[in-house]
């Protein structure tokens, strides 16, 4: 029978957005790791289950199942590309024009 590793998560409560190794402790035995942002401050944490979800507050849930996955450094490019792809399609349809 095969079973699944248990995945180490970064955890903190009320720490930076952005990682700071200082702010967090490790955690072992999770199943998911999360990264709960709110305006100006995250929760990262372990937990058995995880949804992925925002609000209209700008409140969002983000779920991995890696080892310490949930520093937020993938986040942050991810934030990158999604700035850049608006300004690729105006690009496009001025290139039309």
Do not use: H
Not at 34 to 52: D, E, F, H, M, N
């Amino acid at each position: 029978m095969l079973t699944a590793e248990a995945t180490s998560c970064y955890t903190c409560t009320g720490c930076s957005v952005s990682f700071m190794s200082s702010e967090v402790t490790t955690v072992s035995g999770c199943n998911y790791c999360a990264k709960t942002v709110y305006p100006g401050l995250a929760i990262r944490s372990c937990l058995p289950s995880c949804i992925q979800a925002s609000d209209s507050f700008g409140n969002v849930q983000y779920c991995c199942d890696g080892n310490l996955c949930n520093s937020g450094e993938r986040l942050r490019g991810l934030s990158w590309l999604l700035l850049l792809l608006p300004a690729a399609a105006l690009a496009a349809i001025s290139c039309r024009q």
